[in-house]
């Protein structure tokens, strides 16, 4: 058994790390409260490849994988963009790239994948409804087909980056949710090109102001007569939920390889300062009740770093990894979490202070475990698909 990074991603995060190297704390801080998009950032890893990582060569792309595209969320995440920086690799290498590549069909590859590999085009995904929640099977977004075409109707929200996306990979049903035998029958993912949409008034989007995360707009989506092509169908008709599943574990692995990122940053951030603050003329960080946290915090990176490795692997070689992925994204952002609320114990009264950043660490790394899936969910896929407990409904 080999726990040696292949090359591909060494050099990954050779390069992405590179690139950061020239955005400090200070830079992500900016973007954050001026609420824009890392426009530089994104510049450097469009001119240098890397937002093409996951899309095959014959499309201009790197054709590597899920496990290149963690490492190099990853690496973003630790330099100091934190918990906010998963959008640049999650919405257009992952929810584009990645699901195109495997279940676009050639058509849409040929016109596609070039442009995403090169950043030329952005997407983003939209899934969750108001009411149906985290139950994803339960969405009512409805696609009625009219000749040639499909008309659709619906709501969405907490969808990040309609603003900058030229595609959006929508979630509908096309045969209602009380009638699909089984239940994951029915649903198909569409193409639909946002700014057509939104010029012909079938599409608009009202932004939800947030508490972190505020360098991509999340947003309430309304979808009223929207005609797309039988063209647009991602996969196959009707059997959307592989393309579905396609989505939501690359999804919860690069939130994932985020969240560790972030973890890293705060255990970075607050080791520093238990180095360097001195009460009682010693470093606090003498202390075992400042020292312990950090160093348990440390040991649970590490782990989860393995699980999230295991499901990169898994996904790219075409194995089961939803229980991996799972638990990758759980422990992820759990660590994240104890990591930041470290710091937070660690700075004591400074960390209210926005001068430094452990409040923006704090909120990247509290929406982890809420988003996009909670954390009661994906204990219960474990309780009950893994080790076979009874469903409470």
Known sequence: MDFTLPESAQAVRRGIADICSRYGMDYWERCES????????????????????????????????????????????????????????????????TTLARHGSA???????????SGEIETCFALTEPDAGSNSLAVSTFARQDGSDFVINGQKIWITGVQRATWMLLVTRTIPAAE???????????????????????????????????????????????RVPATSVVGELHGGVSVLWDVLNPERVLLGASALGGAEVALRVGVEYAKQREVFGRPIGANQAVAFPLAQ??????????MLYKAAWSFDNRLPCGTEANIAKLTASQAAWEAADAAFQTHGGMAYSLEYPVARLLADARIGRIAPVTEELLLNYLATQVLGLPRSF
Not at 69 to 90: I, K, M, P
Not at 107 to 117: M, S
Request: aromatic share 8%; proline share 7%.
């Open 297 to 306: 915090v440390k040991a649970k990176i590490e782990l989860a770093r393995l």
């Open 180 to 226: 699909a035998r089984p239940r994951t029958n029915g649903m198909t993912v569409f193409l639909v090109n946002v700014p057509e949409a939104v010029a012909a008034g079938t599409l608009s989007y009202r932004p939800i102001p947030k508490m972190g995360a505020n360098t991509t707009p999340s947003n309430m989506v309304f979808i009223d007569d929207l």
């Open 107 to 117: 058509e849409q590859k040929a016109e596609l994948l070039p442009k995403l590999a």
């Open 34 to 97: 001026e609420k824009r998009w890392p426009e530089e950032v994104w510049a450097e890893l469009a001119k240098g490849g890397w937002l093409g990582l996951a899309v095959p060569e014959e499309y201009g792309g790197a054709g590597q994988g899920l496990l290149e595209l963690a490492v190099a969320t990853e690496t973003l995440a630790a330099s100091g963009a934190a918990g906010g920086s998963a959008f640049v690799y999650v919405l257009t290498p992952g929810f584009g790239a």
